[in-house]
T-cell receptor, first 109, second 115 residues
């Protein structure tokens, strides 16, 4: 079974502090992992794909198959990073995403 | 170009009524997905269409829920005899079949409130 766990419902950090949003997954094969973000009153949008190993808006995420994790990190949080963040997994093929329940990040000035 | 669009943006209905929610995917996207976003529950997969293949209905919560996709483009999600627990934001997403690794593009959602 495919499962994505985001253990924190809410994460509050001060501006300039490092951020780590945790994501753990359960999947027997080789998964594709994604981070999606939803800013206030905006639609859900793709933030990162593990396959591209890119950095978007200062965020990075490394797939750790040993720990089955895909934590999202940013060294210095900004107020505009405040949003809802969802970790998602897709198994083989163009199949539906399995989402975690999301973590609300609040960056305090 | 235009993104995924959904209508209506908000729908308030009485318990027991039927509702139809519409999704217009990005032109050329062969895969279309419906999800439900409930408070505290994250996003829940409902149904998935891929080209002309039979849809994957494994996520539909009950037989009151159905969806169709006409002409490989527009999709309609129908909820019959709505219940209060159906209240949620219904999201539609689309993607290109052969570039699924780029993720799915989401619409703005339809907020359904069942009174």
């Amino acid at each position: 079974a495919q499962r994505v766990t985001q253990p924190e419902k809410l994460l509050s950090v001060f501006k300039g502090a490092p951020v780590e949003l945790k994501c753990n997954y359960s999947y027997s094969g080789s998964p594709e992992l994604f981070w999606y973000v939803q800013y206030s009153r905006q639609r859900l949008q793709l933030l990162l794909r593990h396959i591209s190993r890119e950095s978007i808006k200062g965020f990075t995420a490394d797939l750790n198959k040993g720990e089955t994790s895909f934590h999202l990190k940013k060294p210095f949080a900004q107020e505009e990073d405040s949003a809802m963040y969802y970790c998602a997994l897709r198994g083989s093929g163009n199949t539906p995403l399995v989402f975690g329940k999301g973590t609300r990040l609040s960056v305090i000035a | 170009g235009a993104g995924v669009s959904q209508s209506p943006s908000n729908k308030v209905t009485e318990k027991g009524k039927d509702v139809e929610l519409r999704c217009d995917p990005i032109s050329g996207h062969t895969a279309l997905y419906w999800y439900r976003q409930s408070l505290g529950q994250g996003l829940e997969f409902l149904i998935y269409f891929q080209g002309n293949s039979a849809p994957d209905k494994s996520g539909l919560p009950s037989d009151r829920f159905s969806a169709e996709r006409t002409g490989g483009s527009v999709s309609t999600l129908t909820i019959q005899r709505t219940q209060q627990e159906d209240s949620a934001v219904y999201l539609c997403a689309s993607s290109l079949a052969w570039t699924g690794e780029f993720g799915q593009y989401f619409g703005p959602g339809t907020r359904l409130t069942v009174t």
